[in-house]
């Protein structure tokens, strides 16, 4: 199987983005050794302080966001960070070609339950007129980026990448220490029989969405003529990955549970990367207004809607809100 490397060399990616991504995934090697530690390794449980998110840390969370902060501020390639567990962007070089969003630890309510967690990377290139503490440097629509992924802890430690030549899936190899290609160029299937949302937010969704879903349920005996499956891992690297492998639809809709938070996922670290990923693999990312990927960001830390998945189903799920 193929290292990492030469299968981005094959991608035209220059050798400054290929150590640039070899120093995000060395700590994503640390992550998933301290992952799988578990009780073991002293980092299950909370802190006693709450993000700018306005969540409460879990250890992990501070230990993950602290290595991926550190090494890749370290590495002298980026401009600046910033990341779901800092209050705004970090700097770093001044002259780094690159800026990197990142998510270290996606799922976080699943870390105490031995269930799935993830990272999500997100990499632009830095302007060269704006100052490395400027966090409006990040107010970049997704489809400038140049490389998006996440890498799932699971079994086993699983990266999905693209660069904008297809996404491809690599597996950690513990005994050589790096990631080795397994499946290039997915592609999600057009259709599906799946769907992945929380269902306990029914009753704050709006009607479009309500009615999409209550379509699916009605399966067979239904306008869709064909029943479905539900799962929801609450970690979207964990079911943004199924998607990919398999198919389905992912929704994060807009609820009515708070008025000043009608969204969940957050643009920068979450939907976009996801929407990278997704649309190279054949699929859609968007919101009932449109592509994830237009959005022009006005903070690091917006929310969003998210649509996701099968591109036959997004466009059935678009059509409840024409
Ligand atoms: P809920 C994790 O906190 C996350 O940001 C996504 O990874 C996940 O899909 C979603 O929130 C889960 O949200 O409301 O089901 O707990």
């Known amino acids: 199987m193929q290292r990492l490397a030469p299968a981005l060399q094959q991608d035209d990616v220059s050798l400054e983005l290929i150590s640039l991504i070899k120093t995000i995934l060395a700590a994503t090697k640390e992550i998933s050794f301290r992952v799988g530690q578990g009780h073991l390794g002293g980092l299950l449980g909370s802190t006693l302080d709450e993000?700018?998110?306005?969540?409460?840390?879990?250890?992990?969370?501070?230990?993950?966001?602290?290595?991926?902060?550190?090494?890749?501020?370290?590495?002298?390639?980026?401009?600046?960070?910033?990341?779901?567990?800092?209050?705004?962007?970090?700097?770093g070089n001044e002259n780094g070609k690159f800026l990197v969003s990142f998510d270290p630890l996606d799922g976080s309510s699943n870390i105490d339950v031995n269930s799935l967690i993830g990272t999500i990377f997100s990499i632009h290139?830095?302007?060269?007129?704006?100052?490395?503490?400027?966090?409006?440097?990040?107010?970049?629509?997704?489809?400038?980026?140049?490389?998006?992924?996440?890498?799932?802890?699971?079994?086993?430690?699983?990266?999905a990448m693209t660069t904008g030549k297809g996404t491809h899936f690599y597996v950690l190899d513990r005994t050589y220490g790096g990631y080795l290609l397994v499946e290039r160029?997915?592609?999600?299937?057009?259709?599906?029989?799946?769907?992945?949302?929380?269902?306990?937010?029914?009753?704050?969704?709006?009607?479009?969405?309500?009615?999409?879903?209550?379509?699916?349920?009605?399966?067979?005996?239904?306008v869709r003529n064909k029943d479905y499956n539900m799962r929801w891992l609450g970690a979207m690297v964990g079911d943004v990955h199924r998607v990919l492998c398999r198919g389905g639809i992912f929704a994060y809709?807009?609820?009515?549970?708070?008025?000043?938070?009608?969204?969940?996922?957050?643009?920068?670290?979450?939907?976009?990367?996801?929407?990278?990923?997704?649309?190279?693999?054949?699929?859609?990312?968007?919101?009932?207004e449109g592509r994830i990927m237009d959005i022009e960001p006005i903070d690091i830390h917006q929310r969003v809607e998210v649509i996701l998945g099968s591109i036959n189903e997004v466009k059935a799920c678009l059509k409840y809100y024409d």
């Open 185 to 222: 160029n997915v592609q999600i299937t057009k259709d599906t029989q799946e769907f992945s949302i929380n269902m306990s937010n029914q009753r704050f969704w709006q009607s479009e969405m309500k009615n999409y879903v209550n379509d699916l349920l009605l399966g067979k005996n239904g």
């Open 253 to 288: 809709p807009s609820d009515s549970r708070d008025v000043n938070k009608p969204n969940k996922l957050r643009l920068m670290y979450e939907a976009n990367p996801m929407a990278f990923l997704i649309e190279q693999a054949g699929g859609l990312c968007v919101t009932r």
């Open 125 to 159: 290139k830095a302007p060269k007129d704006m100052s490395a503490d400027d966090p409006d440097m990040f107010k970049q629509a997704g489809h400038k980026q140049i490389c998006a992924g996440y890498v799932l802890y699971g079994p086993s430690t699983m990266l």
């Open 51 to 91: 993000n700018i998110q306005g969540e409460i840390q879990k250890k992990l969370d501070v230990v993950a966001n602290e290595l991926f902060k550190d090494i890749i501020l370290e590495s002298g390639f980026v401009k600046a960070i910033s990341s779901e567990e800092e209050d705004t962007s970090v700097a």
